[in-house]
């Protein structure tokens, strides 16, 4: 378990190196729409898991870059109550939830927060890539990154703008 919230932590701390850099040059609208929609799907998931209904949720909506943080937070802090609880053999429990279009599913624990691990550095890595197209720097959200800073002991620094 000590692993997976490691990985999570690390997730957690790459949303924030990327929301910080978006803050810092206020965009490019393209990067904040795959960072809405990171976030929100994260928190679909979390319902999901918790036995909620999530049909027709939006999972690519409109936010400004203050309600991605609003979400962010929000999200960090349900996922680390959620690990905090968990015991290995939950991770082996079946989680029957219903896709966005209606559409009857069924994961264990442990695929569903592989997905989700993925799924945000998917999208981190195209809001760089957003990035480097609109004439920037990515910034660097790698997880060797996020250990060599924890084994350090270092605080987590402000990441470099997204774009120059």
């Excluded at 027709?56 to 979400?71: H, I, R, V």
């Excluded at 996922?79 to 968990?86: C, F, I, M, S, V």
């Excluded at 890595?125 to 660097?140: E, F, S």
């Amino acid at each position: 378990m000590a692993n997976l919230q490691k990985q999570f932590l690390h997730d957690q701390w790459a949303n924030a190196q990327v929301l910080s850099a978006l803050r810092e040059i206020g965009g490019p609208p393209s990067a904040v729409a795959e960072m809405a929609h990171l976030l929100t799907a994260q928190t679909v998931w979390l319902a999901r898991i918790g036995g909620e209904d999530t049909v027709g949720a939006e999972l690519w909506p409109k936010l400004s870059l203050e309600e991605c943080g609003e979400l962010m937070t929000w999200n960090s802090q349900h996922y680390n109550e959620l690990l905090g609880d968990l015991v290995a053999e939950d991770l082996d429990e079946i989680i029957n939830y219903t896709t966005t279009k209606g559409v009857p599913q069924a994961q264990p624990l442990s695929e569903i927060f592989h997905h989700l691990l993925l799924h945000g550095a998917h999208h981190r890595g195209k809001i760089n890539l957003l990035a480097i197209i609109a004439g920037g720097r990515p910034v660097a959200v790698d997880y060797i990154a996020y250990a060599i800073q924890q084994s350090a002991g270092a605080a987590i620094p402000t990441a470099e703008p997204v774009l120059s």
